[in-house]
């Protein structure tokens, strides 16, 4: 009984993380919201030692940068609720043993989705279908979907078949499986999959600015177009701030949800 | 679900038959068996005869193409595989720990699909992990990979326990194990086996293992043809054709010898004074082992011990024992 038994550190519901680890996450998980407090602290006091011109002050004024970080924010976010609710069934869908065969159709049809130009899909959409948020919507969703649908197939296809042999043996239908082992075990895949989507759509938003539906991409492009310095980098820094917030909610959600007990 | 879920029921196979699409050759060709109740059955053949398949139609992780399986008084085939497979423990050599899930969790899965309550799921958890030799409270709320691989197949048979199914289905359970732990295991496993009897279908490719654990062996051949089906024993000493003789190998004797404990085969029965100074051995030990202390200390006699009594056992005896078995085999047997 005892030459089998593993010397086992830490007590029980111990999950092994050693302490070194665990300063490391914090340190990450507080290091991104100080680097984005400082960037837009600095930004803040730059723009306010700036001498403004009239059309600047039209752009760099509470009220405007307001309404377009809200733009962006619900761009970026009904785009990524639309990439999920489409990518995961649809990654789910094809990771089943009997629609494996449509997989390489699908993969190849969301690599396409992102390899060609979002700008380009953006003006062939608004030549047939006119400007607006919807239009938008469509370009950045095609964009997202690919990081979601290839993490969730590969996270539900790299769980231990074994697993899932036990779950079956068990006498789990095939629903359980899916719900309480496969999705379970592919969820720390999946929610890395939805981060890298994330943050891409929150740039690709930028570009919603080509069909009228606004966001931090009005800024950039006025600051180009009216050779606005000030503009087009306050346009730039809040644009990458939401990027890098974004990027450090999933983190934080990976770490959440990610299942206890997996190394 | 199976009448008589106090120990094992008996298991029926009639002509059960696997063809896969595309082949020509059946993966299992009309196998009919019977599995008296609580008895351990090992099917034991080279890899990709069908031995697995076999046993996975049993649980209907793979449907056969015909023929009939009973379990107890039920037809199997006309069950829901889900409920069938939530009455039939399975055991498989990777073990298949949910790695989320607690060891109690784990435990707790087909308790849970059956519906048990919280308190009871809890207790049966507490009652198997001590069953299979692991603290308690010091496991349940440990993770699988916090476990050994020992502790870890444990877990898996406890699993397979959980909600006291008349019958077993265990593919190579002990097969990803080392040598030490996996002798560990089954003398555990078959300790539990004596308490419980259950009916068992165990698989494995290791001849040694299957005279070790089984109360019968299957020899499978191709298509998971019985070569031959009987006692260990019987089929050391007399086996079918070349087939079977081959996997026995040579030393077909002393495999036997592992069969019959010192108790069964001492005769004489001399007191302590007639073996002062011999090399002992337990009298629950096997003549394989009292023969290894012979050769070891060079003598031809050992002490038998059990407790405070003594008895000397010599080379004579355990020949004696050897041919004495085959004569009791070889009439019956072919």
Request: aromatic content about 4%; charged content about 20%.
């Amino acid at each position: 009984m005892v030459a089998d038994t593993l010397p086992v550190t830490g007590g029980v519901g111990d999950t092994g993380a050693p302490r070194r680890g665990r300063a490391r996450v914090l340190f990450r998980h507080l290091g991104t919201p100080i680097a984005i407090a400082a960037a837009l602290g600095v930004l803040y006091l730059w723009v306010h030692g700036l001498k403004l011109d009239s059309i600047e002050r039209r752009t760099l004024n509470y009220t405007y940068m307001h309404d377009r970080v809200i733009e962006h924010f619900k761009l970026t976010l009904i785009a990524s609720v639309i990439i999920v609710v489409i990518a995961i069934p649809l990654g789910v869908v094809v990771s089943r043993p009997r629609a494996r065969w449509v997989s390489p159709v699908i993969l190849g049809l969301s690599n396409l989705g992102q390899a060609i130009p979002s700008i380009g899909v953006l003006v062939l959409l608004t030549i047939k279908f006119g400007v607006g948020f919807k239009i938008a919507m469509i370009g950045l969703v095609a964009y997202g979907v690919l990081p979601v649908l290839r993490n969730t197939m590969v996270g539900i296809q790299q769980v231990d078949p074994a697993l899932v042999e036990a779950a079956r043996g068990m006498g789990m239908t095939r629903l359980q499986v899916l719900l309480s082992v496969e999705l379970r075990l592919a969820v720390p895949v999946i929610l890395a999959g939805l981060r890298t989507a994330l943050v891409l759509t929150v740039g690709v938003a930028t570009l919603a600015t080509f069909v009228n539906a606004g966001g931090l991409g009005d800024m950039i492009v006025n600051g180009i177009k009216l050779s606005r310095h000030p503009v087009l980098i306050t346009g730039g820094v809040l644009t990458c701030c939401i990027a890098f917030l974004v990027d450090w909610l999933g983190s934080l959600a990976e770490d959440v949800l990610r299942p206890r007990g997996l190394s | 679900m199976f009448e008589n879920s106090d120990g094992g029921v008996r298991i029926e196979l009639r002509e059960l038959t696997k063809r896969y699409p595309g082949q020509t050759a059946p993966a299992v060709d009309a196998v009919s068996l019977d599995v008296p109740a609580g008895e351990l059955v090992v099917f034991v053949g080279p890899s990709g005869c069908g031995k697995t398949t076999t046993m996975k139609m049993i649980n209907r992780l793979i449907e056969p193409t015909s023929g009939e399986i009973r379990i107890g008084d039920e037809d199997v085939l006309r069950m829901r595989p889900d409920d069938l497979r939530r009455h039939v423990g399975y055991v498989i050599q990777q073990i298949g720990l949910f790695p989320h899930l607690t060891i109690a969790q784990n435990v707790g899965v087909v308790p849970k699909l059956l519906g048990w309550s919280k308190a009871k799921i809890n207790d049966r958890v507490d009652e198997l992990l001590g069953l299979v030799g692991l603290d308690a409270a010091d496991f349940r709320s440990r993770y699988p990979r916090q476990l050994s691989g020992g502790q870890q197949q444990r877990v898996g048979v406890a699993r397979a326990l959980a909600a006291d199914p008349p019958v077993m289905l265990m593919d190579e359970p002990f097969g990803a194990t080392d040598p030490i732990t996996r002798e560990h295991l089954q003398n555990e496993f078959l300790r539990l086996q004596r308490e419980l009897r259950k009916t068992i279908i165990f698989v494995t490719h290791d001849f040694e293992e299957a005279i070790k654990l089984g109360d019968r062996i299957a020899v499978l051949r191709e298509g998971s043809h019985i070569a031959q089906y009987d006692r260990p024993a019987r089929i050391l000493s007399a086996p079918a054709d070349d087939y079977v003789a081959g996997f026995i190998g040579t030393a077909g004797t002393l495999k036997r010898l592992a069969l019959i404990t010192v108790e069964e085969a001492r005769t004489a029965g001399d007191g302590p004074e007639g073996t002062a100074g011999l090399p002992e051995v337990e009298a629950t030990a096997t003549l394989r082992e009292a023969l290894d202390a012979m050769v070891a200390h060079g003598t031809e006699e050992v002490a038998a011990v059990s407790g405070d009594v003594r008895h000397r056992l010599t080379y004579q005896d355990i020949c004696q024992a050897i041919n004495s078995e085959s004569r009791e085999v070889e009439p019956s047997g072919g």
